[in-house]
């Protein structure tokens, strides 16, 4: 079934400055600035009214119904990243051997993961910081996808493959997201 007719308006926060160049918004606040290109979405169209953006589509089927409510929570988190910024804390766990995780650059460096004599590298995004503060990893940033890809890239460098599970569980994992 198809919608005619679908219109959702999304209220602007106080700290946050708003622009928009056709289908291009970006949100500059007090943590950062963010732009996104929104031109994918065809048949939404997007505009600003005073404090608030408002998004329009027609006759929508349940693709392009996912889709705009995708781009509206894309825009959301925009303006909470703007204003508040995003935090992903990761542990590292190592029961066999002393491992050792440093920031050099745009690159995590994971040394001496279950005796291995190469080092893991996983790449941090730009508009990310990462810092190292003994057993804990703490990524923030402005952007919540490239601060989720950041420690996706973090946590997947210190996989451990061909070894059990139940008794190396040594490695970098997630455990808080976004807060």
Do not use: C, W
């Amino acid at each position: 079934m198809q919608l005619a007719y679908v219109k959702e308006e999304v209220q602007i926060p106080q700290n946050v400055a708003v622009h928009l160049e056709g289908k291009v918004l970006r949100v500059k606040g007090s943590k950062g600035e963010i732009t996104r290109d929104f031109s994918f979405a065809k048949g939404i169209e997007i505009r600003l009214d005073g404090n608030k953006v408002i998004f329009e589509a027609t006759f929508l089927d349940k693709r392009k119904k996912a889709l705009f409510y995708s781009v509206i929570s894309h825009v959301k988190n925009m303006f909470r990243g703007a204003s508040e910024g995003y935090v992903y804390k990761l542990k590292v766990l190592q029961t066999h051997f002393p491992m050792s995780v440093k920031v050099v650059k745009d690159v995590v460096q994971i040394t001496n993961l279950i005796g291995e004599k190469n080092v893991r590298k996983a790449s941090i995004l730009e508009g990310v910081k990462v810092t190292v503060k003994g057993d804990e990893i703490v990524v923030e940033g402005s952007d919540l996808e490239r601060v989720a890809q950041t420690a996706a890239n973090i946590e997947q460098a210190s996989k451990i493959r061909g070894f059990d599970k139940r008794i190396f569980g040594d490695g970098i994992y997630i455990t808080s997201k976004g807060e």
